[in-house]
């Protein structure tokens, strides 16, 4: 019989199914345990517990095993691995109080310790921000002191906009370029350095500008010149020196490349100065 499959309930509960209702005014529900996953979760990763660092040199960059000790098979392979997100998040893992202590070494030139600092955890996330901080700062109060430059001297102003374009261009040209060329030299000497520790140091080096710039405001020629001036031998002071101790152990001539270093540095700051913070007066 068809009846006979099935059982009779009468008031009675069967494990795992709904409570019977006993009357219309009493619902009783009953939801099985979450499992949902706990927030913050219970392992952490990253820079809080020390194991996923960036690499000292850049040329292991790209080939570190993965969590497991061995390589994501994954993960591209050959030149395709370059144009994904993974291989540049560790240069970005880094917090606030790691980029203020960087940017105030950048500015205490004469300790020399940023390379040690920074030997197995160089980053390009304070390097990109001060770098693009400097070229909308530099491009900004540039046109400030030509505006309060022709004001003064009762002449037409026109803002001009192509202080953004080559300021991006002679910022973030110099940084990726120079240490590239720096990178090649030192391996051509034997030198054990690594190209995005490079990038790092020359990065922070460019900070102090960021507050030369805002003073260079002030009207007052010899001031700008003297501002400017400081800033970049204060700039320059700290790549020498944090170099000098690398380079002079492997070479004779050391004294001629961080020579050379430090008056690029230099030179850039007098661009710096003559193209952002000196007016010409157009005639009218």
Same mark, same amino acid.
């Given at each position: ?57 850049? +040329? ?32 970005? +893992?880094?917090?606030?109080? +790691? ?23 160089? +980053? ?96 007052l020629e010899i001031f700008r010149w003297v501002i400017v001036g400081a800033a970049g031998f204060l700039s320059a002071t700290f790549l020498a020196l944090n170099l000098r101790s690398h380079i002079k152990t492997a070479s004779d001539r050391w004294f ?29």
């Amino acid at each position: 019989m068809m009846s006979s499959g099935y059982t009779h309930i009468d008031n009675q509960n069967v494990s795992g199914s709904v409570p019977a209702v006993s009357s219309p005014d009493h619902v009783q529900l009953k939801f099985p345990e979450s499992n949902l996953q706990t927030f913050p979760p219970t392992e952490t990763q990253g820079k809080i517990t020390g194991t996923f660092r960036p690499p000292s040199d850049a +040329d292991d960059s790209f080939s570190r095993p993965g969590p497991g000790g061995a390589q994501d098979n994954n993960q591209p392979s050959g030149w395709q691995r370059f144009f994904g997100v993974a291989p540049y998040q560790p240069y970005f +893992d880094v917090d606030t109080s +790691d980029v203020l202590e960087r940017i105030r070494d950048s500015l205490l030139p004469y300790k020399g310790t940023f390379s040690e600092k920074t030997l197995n955890s160089p +980053d390009l996330y304070g390097p990109f921000w001060i770098c693009t901080t400097l070229i909308f700062v530099a491009a900004a109060l540039g046109n400030v002191v030509a505006y309060i430059a022709h004001k003064t001297h009762h002449k037409h102003w026109d803002y001009d906009i192509n202080q953004v374009t080559w300021s991006a261009c002679l910022f973030y040209g110099y940084v990726a370029v120079v240490p590239l060329a720096v990178y090649f030299v030192l391996k051509y000497l034997s030198v054990p350095s690594g190209l995005v520790q490079l990038w790092c140091l020359y990065g922070y080096s460019l900070f102090v500008f960021i507050p030369a710039s805002c003073l260079s405001v002030i009207p007052l020629e010899i001031f700008r010149w003297v501002i400017v001036g400081a800033a970049g031998f204060l700039s320059a002071t700290f790549l020498a020196l944090n170099l000098r101790s690398h380079i002079k152990t492997a070479s004779d001539r050391w004294f001629l490349i961080v020579a050379g270093i430090f008056l690029l540095q230099l030179g850039l700051a007098v661009i710096l100065k003559l193209y952002f913070f000196t007016i010409v007066l157009g005639k009218e």
